[in-house]
């Protein structure tokens, strides 16, 4: 899953307080602009785009698509080099179906941040959902191949999506196990505990699915799910003790739906191949409990 940064709201400005007379005014204004025009122009470019990035996020916490890319077209022609408005505005194609402009969105993120994980991941998720689940796992090998990230989480993420894509398209087995082995070791290092990351036990229980290990993938997976079920249960009651604004917890509470429905999807698959055909079910019947459909697209 991708995360898309939401721009900060700007500084409220207040109205001058002083009625001048409009000739005074306009002859210091005519002053001022020729000293200070170029560096203030510039650098209003950058707030008014960001005013209208704001406005998008008000919308896109409505779940108002269209009206969000209004404002993001806006935000992009004062400020067309910021990444991030590129990927918000995918994000919205997206939600109205409109892959194609989504996917070219993703693109210019990409070409202004090449390296960067966030518009790749993003570019990785819509490739798959546009049935080219192939090339999003050649996406993320070819981000596994650019050597370390900046640090060790970073790091731990590249090596669990190129072995998650993998084992989507169903490609490159080997090497997907190799890098969620690799995402293993990088999380015994940083805690001295074996992984009890949902996400990292899914992609491992996944891998050996498509492997045709299937007690390794029931393992893996059961403990997935038990783990993202603690993580929800510490959520609820964190919460209520938080000033959290009330569309950032229902957010959230949707990621752990989603998580939890993938989850259950591969678990079903897999107590499916292990002929555990009423246990698959029970999967299957929760993960539309949770509001998605148990296919390939969950994922």
Sequence with gaps: ??????????????PPKQRWAWANRLTV???LSLVIGPIGFYGGRHEVARWHAAAAQERIWSHESAQAIEHLDRALEWDPQNPTFWMMRAQQWEALGQLDQALADLDRAVELQPTALPPNSARGDLLV????????ADLWLAVASWGPRANDVEEMHVQNGAAYFCAVANQHLDQAEEHIQQAFKIFNRLTGEEPRDPSILDTRGFV???????????RDLDQAVREIEASQSRFDRQIVAA?????QIEQQRETFRRT???LRYH????????????????DRAQVRELGFTPDEMLF
């Design 260 to 262: 939890m429905a993938v």
């Design 267 to 282: 678990r079903a698959l897999v107590l499916a191949a292990q002929g555990y055909e009423i246990e698959a079910a029970l």
């Design 129 to 136: 959902k546009m049935g080219r689940a192939e090339e999003a």
């Design 243 to 247: 000033a959290i604004d009330a569309r």
């Design 29 to 31: 204004m005519a002053a």
């Design 208 to 218: 050996y699915f498509r492997q045709g290990k299937l007690d390794k993938a029931r």
């Design 1 to 14: 899953m991708s995360s898309y940064a939401n721009p900060e709201l700007p500084p409220v400005i207040e």
